[in-house]
């Protein structure tokens, strides 16, 4: 069985600030993990995956997350906020083709 | 990189009638598309698998007579809600893996369902 728990509903954070975005998983076999933002009404727009490689991958918009093997964790990171960083995001697991998605965190970036 | 497009955006209907979306591949084949829904506020939920050339396959709790799919040829993948319901108002959401890595795949923009 795959799950994906993101344990924050809620993470807030001053403009200029760093940000993390906790995700932990659980799933058989090789995980293939991903970040996505959702603005309101809106779809996801991919951030960063890690399938493979370097345990710390950089994304866009000046994200990274880190895989950690030992504690089955991708925590977002981001070492300055901006307040347009504020957004929905979701961590998920993908499976030949279907992704399994933690329930979201709204990050709120005050100026 | 590979787009996804759905179609319409919004849409907004009566009570007991039925809703076509459409999602489509624009610059890669898919053989298979997944559809989600999402309600507010929350997290992303399978509800299928689309097959092009057989039957979907559907997550465990979705009405297949409800939300019909038709794979219906390598780009084009339909999802209709039919006789719809209030409680059927949601954020559709299809995405397409690309062939050769079933672990990418791309999401459309969504579709936002009203039902009145």
């Known amino acids: 069985a795959q799950s994906v728990a993101q344990p924050e509903d809620q993470v807030n954070v001053a403009e200029g600030n760093p940000l993390t975005v906790k995700c932990t998983y659980s799933v058989s076999g090789n995980p293939y993990l991903f970040w996505y933002v959702q603005y309101p009404n809106r779809g996801l727009q991919f951030l960063l995956k890690y399938i493979t490689g370097d345990n710390l991958v950089k994304g866009s918009y000046g994200f990274e997350a880190e895989f950690n093997k030992s504690q089955t964790s991708f925590h977002l990171k981001k070492p300055s906020a901006l307040v347009s960083d504020s957004a929905l995001y979701f961590c998920a697991n993908t499976n030949a083709g279907k992704s399994t998605f933690g329930d979201g965190t709204t990050l709120t970036v005050k100026p | 990189g590979a787009v996804v497009s759905q179609h319409p955006s919004r849409v907004i209907c009566k009570s007991g009638t039925s809703v076509k979306i459409e999602c489509r591949s624009l610059d890669f084949q898919a053989t298979t598309m997944f559809w989600y829904r999402q309600f507010p506020k929350q997290s992303l939920m399978l509800m299928a698998t689309?097959?092009?050339?057989?039957?979907?396959?559907?997550e465990q709790g979705v009405e297949k007579d409800k939300f019909l799919i038709n794979h219906a040829s390598l780009t084009l993948s339909t999802l209709t809600v039919t006789s719809a319901h209030p409680e059927d108002s949601s954020f559709y959401i299809c995405?397409?893996?690309?062939?050769?890595?079933?672990?990418?795949?791309?999401f459309g923009p969504g579709t936002r369902l009203t039902v009145l």
């Open positions: 995405s397409a893996p690309r062939r050769e890595g079933w672990y990418e795949q791309f």
């Open positions: 689309s097959n092009e050339g057989s039957k979907a396959t559907y």
